[in-house]
């Protein structure tokens, strides 16, 4: 193990910690809206605007997940109904991206699954996209279950995402890829044992530059979920040596990090998609992104002593 995954793996420990947790919240959120819009629509649909106006495009998410209670499901749905028209009206170009669990994957599959499902449906109405992110292992095969069934039902303008770090992944993919599923594509932010999940960070880098050549060898349109250099290069220069069109693949970052090199991309005539997230319930969010490298602690840290 890499001193890299050895820091995610503290992070990720010690964020599940009760007074930890407690602390962070009371008092870290300032140091959060670094990675948060705000904690309402019209702050994200503002902000969306102003990303628009750099060639940035968006995909929007509500905060959420974990939930204990199908009544806090029903107020996310309601919630994304809204957000949906938000986009619609504002005419801003976001897509939309929730998690399972926030629909009460974990409580109720069968609710779950009806919740999504009008989520999907209204996006549809307004020719929209929504992503169903992936959460960790316990809820893999499910989420890649209600996707195929979305498609399968004609809603086709919903899609999912692919964990570079996990074993399964690369097969994942291929059968996904064959139904015709829109996949974002990632390294993996949970913290996953080994029989199921890749612990050598040069593994995780060499799977996921194997399932995103997967997708630009086939013509597929490719959403590549990366802050890292390397991957940025290397599917540049692959995509130039293989004279695959820029408009064939987007680049996808969050938001809080590499925003001028976001802007950058985007003026250099490739698809940059920004991950906008608002809401109040940001600390797991907000300590996934701690996880993933030193560099995001660090900053953070800077402006804590400012």
């Not at 279950?145 to 992944?169: F, I, K, P, S, W």
């Not at 050598?200 to 880098?205: M, Q, S, T």
């Not at 970052?253 to 001028?260: F, I, P, T």
Request: glycine residues 6%.
């Amino acid at each position: 193990m890499d001193g890299t995954e050895f820091y995610r793996k503290i992070v990720l420990t010690v964020s599940g910690n009760r007074v930890v947790k407690w602390l962070s919240i009371k008092y870290g959120k300032k140091l959060a809206r670094r990675f948060i819009a705000g904690d309402t629509l019209d702050e994200a649909l503002d902000e969306i605007e102003r990303l628009n106006e750099k060639g940035i495009m968006v995909t929007l998410d509500h905060l959420g997940e974990g939930i204990t209670s199908l009544d806090e499901a029903a107020v996310y749905r309601e919630e994304y109904l809204r957000l949906i028209e938000g986009i619609a009206s504002r005419k801003v170009k976001s897509n939309v991206s929730l998690k399972p669990t926030q629909m009460g994957l974990g409580l109720d599959p069968k609710a779950a699954y009806e919740n999504i499902k009008a989520v999907v449906q209204k996006a549809k109405q307004h020719r929209n996209f929504v992503r169903i992110d992936m959460e960790d292992s316990p809820y893999t095969q499910a989420t890649i279950d209600m996707t195929l069934r979305l498609h399968a039902e004609g809603l086709t303008n919903v899609g999912t995402v692919m964990q570079a770090y996990l074993h399964r992944t690369e097969e994942d993919v291929k059968a996904l890829m064959k139904a015709g599923v829109n996949l974002r594509l990632v390294k993996g932010a949970y913290k996953e044992p080994n029989s199921i999940a890749y612990q050598k960070k040069d593994e995780v880098i060499e799977n996921y530059k194997r399932i995103i050549r997967l997708h630009l060898d086939q013509g597929v349109y490719t959403a590549i979920a990366s802050h890292d250099d390397k991957i940025i290069d290397w599917v540049k220069v692959f995509a130039k040596q293989q004279r695959i069109d820029k408009q064939a693949f987007e680049f996808q970052m969050l938001y809080g990090l590499r925003m001028n090199d976001q802007a950058a991309l985007a003026k250099d005539g490739y698809r940059v998609r920004c991950y906008l997230p608002y809401g109040t319930m940001w600390y797991p969010y907000f300590t996934r992104r701690l996880a993933e490298k030193p560099a995001n602690l660090m900053t953070v840290l800077k402006n804590m002593f400012k």
